[in-house]
T-cell receptor
Framework: AQTVTQSQPEMSVQEAETVTLSCTYDTSESNYYLFWYKQPPSRQMILVIRQEAYKQQNATENRFSVNFQKAAKSFSLKISDSQLGDTAMYFCAFSLNQAGTALIFGKGTTLSVSS | NAGVMQNPRHLVRRRGQEARLRCSPMKGHSHVYWYRQLPEEGLKFMVYLQKENIIDESGMPKERFSAEFPKEGPSILRIQQVVRGDSAAYFC????????????FGEGSRLTVL
């Protein structure tokens, strides 16, 4: 069975600084997808960034980038130039490349950005 | 293009009552997923449905919980004889394709059992 672990329940960062959220996962599969979702206080989950396991290049989306280490089964999220609006809970999620497979989520990391 | 619509946003039930949560997927999406989020926890998968079919219900409690996605109308998550432990936020998500596609989430339905 696949598992996703986020070892940092809470993180805090000052505006304009950089913060890295950790995520590790466990799977015996070689082909899969990884996601970071953001859940702001309004509660609606929003996709931040995704990574296909077969791609070696780390995904980047504006101020958000990932450090994907397939051998180590690590998928960390880096947020550069943090903004107050980045305050949210961040969930790492895993999906097998199979039709009908649901996302498996970690427990989340609460990120607080202060001015 | 409206997003995933869930209602009600908040629902209060007394122990023993029934709760019905509705989810209308995004236009063009035929895959619906229900997740439950307990306080201070991540989302736990409950059930995956396509129109008129339950594809994967491995995350559903064996008793009192059921889900459907009829040919017409929204997907419904039904909880019979609710207990306090059912208090949680229930999220619906939809996708156009399964597996590698991004899930689009609704805003969730918060169930409180008194």
């Amino acid at each position: 069975a696949q598992t996703v672990t986020q070892s940092q329940p809470e993180m805090s960062v000052q505006e304009a600084e950089t913060v890295t959220l950790s995520c590790t996962y466990d799977t015996s599969e070689s082909n899969y997808y990884l996601f970071w979702y953001k859940q702001p206080p309004s509660r609606q989950m929003i996709l931040v960034i995704r990574q296909e396991a077969y791609k070696q290049q780390n995904a980047t989306e504006n101020r958000f980038s990932v450090n994907f280490q397939k051998a180590a089964k690590s998928f960390s999220l880096k947020i550069s130039d943090s903004q107050l609006g980045d305050t949210a809970m961040y969930f790492c999620a895993f999906s097998l490349n199979q039709a009908g497979t649901a996302l498996i989520f970690g427990k989340g990391t609460t990120l607080s950005v202060s001015s | 293009n409206a997003g995933v619509m869930q209602n009600p946003r908040h629902l209060v039930r007394r122990r023993g009552q029934e709760a019905r949560l509705r989810c209308s997927p995004m236009k063009g999406h035929s895959h619906v997923y229900w997740y439950r989020q307990l306080p201070e926890e991540g989302l736990k998968f409950m059930v995956y449905l396509q129109k008129e079919n339950i594809i994967d219900e491995s995350g559903m409690p064996k008793e009192r919980f059921s889900a459907e996605f009829p040919k017409e109308g929204p997907s419904i998550l039904r909880i019979q004889q609710v207990v306090r432990g059912d208090s949680a936020a229930y999220f619906c998500a939809s996708s156009r394709l399964a597996g590698q596609e991004e899930l689009f989430f609704g805003e969730g339905s918060r169930l409180t059992v008194l």
